[in-house]
């Protein structure tokens, strides 16, 4: 079956970059998304890696290494607004349906 | 405007009271699927549907029933809800599954408290 690690909480100051890391377990890869979830909210969709390597969107990015089987979200010149919760997904084996991580909870402080 | 809608919002109940929460989107997406959310467990899914017609269980799906009629809507059924789903629950859409590629809209939530 899919499985997914990430860290549970991150801390960090308005203006620091932050990584927020997951590694996945999988029968069958199709990629590695991205959702970021604010308190009481509907989660929206940041990011999704099919390919190795980075990809940029604004503050955001995100990296995808399949040899290693890790991932990791990227958050530049952090904002209040960007504390949230934030999750990493794969699909299932037949790509049918998406398995979430747990969610970091990520705190911005001024 | 694109959305996913789901209703009630809000929902207090009995244990073994039949229950039903609706969901309906209007951008003619093919795949529809139901989340539960719970404090450290994430979003885990209950039910999905590919097309009308055609649905499968998740991760979760003890408990509840789903129907797809209709393409816009795939209501969630619980016969007779416990305690034990009381949860957040969220409906998804999106143009199809393909590995996660495509992105999947979620409504906005529906709070549910089983007493």
């Known amino acids: 079956g899919q499985s997914l690690e990430q860290p549970s909480e991150v801390t960090a100051v308005e203006g620091a970059i932050v990584q927020i890391n997951c590694t996945y377990q999988t029968s069958g890869f199709y990629g590695l998304s991205w959702y970021q979830q604010h308190d009481g909210g509907a989660p929206t969709f940041l990011s999704y890696?099919?390919?190795?390597g980075l990809e940029e969107t604004g503050r955001f990015s995100s990296f995808l290494s399949r040899s290693d089987s890790y991932g990791y979200l990227l958050l530049q010149e952090l904002q209040m607004k960007d504390s949230a919760s934030y999750f990493c997904?794969?699909?299932?084996?037949?790509?049918?349906?998406?398995?979430f991580g747990k969610g970091t909870t990520l705190s911005v402080s001024s | 405007e694109a959305q996913v809608t789901q209703n009630p919002r809000y929902l207090i109940t009995v244990t073994g009271k039949k229950l039903t929460v609706t969901c309906s989107q209007n951008m003619n997406h093919e795949y529809m699927s139901w989340y539960r959310q719970d404090p450290g467990l994430g979003l885990r899914q209950i039910y999905y549907s590919m097309n009308v017609e055609v649905t499968d269980k998740g991760d979760v799906p003890e408990g509840y029933k789903v129907s797809r009629k209709e393409k816009r809507n795939f209501p969630l059924i619980l016969e007779s809800p416990s305690p034990n789903q009381t949860s957040l629950y969220f409906c998804a859409s999106s143009l199809g599954s393909r590995g996660g590629e495509e992105t999947q809209y979620f409504g906005p939530g529906t709070r549910l408290l089983v007493l």
């Open positions: 997904a794969v699909a299932n084996q037949a790509g049918t349906a998406l398995i």
């Open positions: 890696n099919a390919l190795d």
